[in-house]
């Protein structure tokens, strides 16, 4: 896709150089200067960013604007398909609580969600919080929390109202309707209640975006009267706080990439103080459920790389005490585990593929939930209570939406509670879903998950979606999915590269791709598109695959930009962690020391810079040709900084030999998510979609 003919040219940014020294190495930055030394105002109120990056970043969305515009039409047809693929007042399926059921639930033409409940077996649903009422007027409104009390008569909620994730956590009396007195600002994400209704929890960001202590609020009173229960020293670990099923504990929680350290507070206890279960070591990494009077602990101590489930007394939580409950086995990964009164639940993934394990505590007999496809979604979900026979599961896989169904530990009944509504059809049989195998460069097989519609042609002449991420041990679902839906319908073969760096095939297939391995991610990306190409498949051909990838995965979009620009015909890359050894030098952003465990720390260490640098998108940018690319960035994003996607566009602008489009769109109201509001998402997604599909048009 070559650039339209119109009123706006290219921005150009200037070169201003800064020459970094490190290790004895020495570098020049021609656009440090796009990074506002004012970030932490910029989060907190984009009207004060600088000047002249302000003027940049409209120039490049003004640019954006204009090579689109033809594309409106088809822009709007595709945000039509998928908004008309979205059943308008939807709900969830209400979970019970005592004597009420709760459930979130949309209205035609709403935004946001509303929270209601009802009464535990039915009957009309009463509005709590209105999230469409809440965001009227605001450019940028998304919800951080929100819980109810354990006696049903308050309710915690939180908002982030600029995209910066700082959210503000409020009190709202559930008779009333009226929010009181109590406004905590600076809170992560939202607040977990006390078992008597009097406290809040919740961890507080500081001025360089960490959650770094726990405090506890009293309902009714003054935040500069809240108690400090815990702060952590280590700028590298973030703290969190969440109640076990049973809401015995409060557990506080430290933890980076690669370790972990918890604290349990007694809430039957009077001004119970935290317990540390056992100190932080490197690379061990625990989580804890309680029931009756042990605690069951989730950990990858002893060797048990792909983890086990422990067993510790209430009274002596410490390692000494631990005893093997569910045993270490190679290859079976053990993602998650919840405890209920009378059994406890695990969800697994082995061969790729997830399951859900109950174990019923009196004889330790323990049954799988069984599932018939070859590739597939789970999702677990406990619910509010802890003496219960029942647990809720989600099922669905690239053809099947997504199915609810409450599932009875004792009996093993299955009950259907909903199946997703697509308003304007969808019949399963039209599409077809494949799962290959990859040969990589060093021989290792990739999976890739794959869509396409019936009537796709497969001789290799397809554009294909080629979607991935690998980082941070995150596994990519073959989930269904209504928002791909309009590509597969024009043709576009999805797939989905279930690349190193996530956990698809185990901690060993994480461990692959991170530090010093973390190149595999790469080329396991590339061997994913030349397989999709080979003669073997013929779903697509070289120059047809628009690669995509958001974040972490905008990252492998920069990286196989670089690497193998002729395979693809596009890249869009979201919010793309691309600066990447810039950004693990300034140890001053929110996210640095976290994630010197995934990528290195290229300050203490010499082979770390090497590494980073041989890699990082920014850094090997080249004077040769790159496919069409369309990057985006959010100026409030304190997780991918508005100015490493610019600085990666004006690097390549300035130094690409083709002809081809290059656009970068900046929401000024918006942080790493992108647009708040189910339908404002929607179009930034048919954005990419018409971006894609003008050019393999035009290939």
Not at 5 to 24: Q, Y
Not at 407 to 416: G, I, S
Not at 462 to 473: E, F, I, S, V, W
Request: aromatic fraction near 10%; glycine fraction near 8%; proline fraction near 6%.
């Amino acid at each position: 896709m070559t650039k339209t003919d119109g009123p706006a040219a290219p921005p150009l940014a200037p070169k201003k150089p800064v020459t970094r020294e490190m290790h004895g190495i020495s570098s020049s930055d021609d656009y440090h200067w796009l990074r506002d030394d004012n970030w932490q105002d910029v989060m907190r109120d984009p009207s004060v960013l600088q000047a002249d990056i302000r003027a940049y970043l409209e120039a490049e969305n003004a640019y954006t604007e204009v090579q689109l515009a033809h594309t409106q039409a088809l822009q709007d047809k595709l945000f039509a398909e998928m908004k008309g693929r979205i059943k308008e007042d939807d709900s969830s399926v209400p979970t019970p609580d005592g004597p009420y059921a709760y459930l979130t639930a949309y209205v035609v033409g709403g935004q946001h969600p509303r929270l209601c409940r009802q009464a535990r077996d039915g009957g009309d649903e009463v509005v709590l919080l209105d999230g469409d009422e809440l965001a009227d007027g605001k450019a940028f409104f998304e919800f951080g929390g929100l819980s109810h009390s354990p006696d049903h008569t308050l309710l915690a909620w939180s908002a982030d109202e600029n995209g910066s994730e700082y959210c503000t956590l409020r009190v709202r009396d559930v008779a009333t309707g009226e929010d009181l007195s109590d406004c905590v600002e600076d809170v992560a994400g939202g607040g977990t209640w006390s078992n008597d209704s009097r406290d809040l929890y919740y961890s507080k960001l500081d001025e360089n975006h960490r959650p770094s202590k726990i405090y506890r609020h009293r309902v009714g009173t003054d935040q500069s009267q809240d108690e400090l229960m815990f702060e952590e020293a280590d700028p590298g670990f973030f703290v969190d706080v969440a109640s076990t099923q049973s809401r015995r504990f409060m557990v506080i929680s430290a933890s980076d990439h690669q370790s972990s350290e918890h604290y349990l507070i007694d809430t039957e206890a009077d001004a119970a103080q935290p317990v540390l279960i056992s100190p932080r070591q490197p690379e061990i990494e625990y989580d804890v459920e309680h029931q009756g009077d042990r605690l069951l602990i989730l950990t990858n101590i002893d060797d048990a790389e792909d983890f086990k489930i422990v067993e510790a007394p209430v009274s002596a939580p410490q390692p000494e005490n631990w005893r093997d409950l569910v045993p270490h086995k190679p290859g079976r990964l053990i993602l998650s585990h919840t405890a209920l009164k009378d059994f406890f639940v695990r969800l697994e993934r082995e061969d790729g593929l997830p399951r859900i394990v109950i174990t019923e505590t009196a004889t330790g007999e323990e049954h799988a939930i069984s599932f018939e496809e070859e590739a597939y979604s789970l999702g677990l979900s406990a619910g509010y209570e802890f003496d219960t026979d029942w647990v809720r599961f989600t099922y669905s896989s690239l053809t099947t939406p997504a199915q609810v169904y409450d599932y009875n530990m004792r009996t093993r009944e299955r009950v259907l509670r909903k199946t997703q509504e697509v308003p304007s059809g969808h019949e399963i049989s039209d599409y077809v879903t494949r799962r290959i195998m990859a040969p990589s460069h060093d021989g290792e097989l990739v999976p890739v998950s794959i869509l396409y519609h019936k009537d796709t042609a497969l001789d290799g002449s397809a554009p294909c979606h080629l979607y991935g991420y690998g980082a941070y041990g995150a596994a990519m679902p073959a989930a269904f999915s209504t928002t791909v839906l309009p590509i597969v319908d024009r043709g576009f073969i999805h797939a989905i590269a279930h690349v190193r760096g996530g956990k698809e095939r185990g901690y060993l297939w994480y461990k692959a791709g991170r530090l010093e391995h973390k190149e595999n991610t790469f080329k396991d990306f590339i061997a994913a598109g030349q397989a999709l190409c080979s003669e073997d498949y013929k779903f697509t051909s070289p120059g047809r695959i628009v690669a995509r990838g958001g974040s972490a995965g905008g990252m492998l979009m920069g990286a196989v930009a670089n690497m193998a620009p002729e395979l693809f015909g596009g890249i869009i890359a979201q919010v793309p962690f691309v600066d990447v050894l810039a950004t693990m030098l300034d140890d001053s952003l929110p996210l640095t020391p976290p994630e010197w465990n995934e990528w290195g720390n290229p300050i203490a260490s010499a082979e770390a810079y090497k590494c980073i640098a041989a890699y990082s998108p920014y850094d090997n940018v080249e004077a040769k040709a790159y496919p069409p690319i369309f990057i985006t960035a959010g100026l409030t994003d304190p997780r991918v900084t508005y100015w490493e996607p610019a600085k990666w566009c004006a690097k390549l602008r300035a130094l690409k030999t083709d002809d081809n489009l290059l656009l970068l769109k900046t929401n000024m109201d918006a942080g790493h998510g992108g647009a708040s509001g189910r339908f404002d998402s929607l179009k930034e997604t048919a954005e990419a979609y018409a971006f894609a599909i003008e050019v393999v048009q035009k290939a």
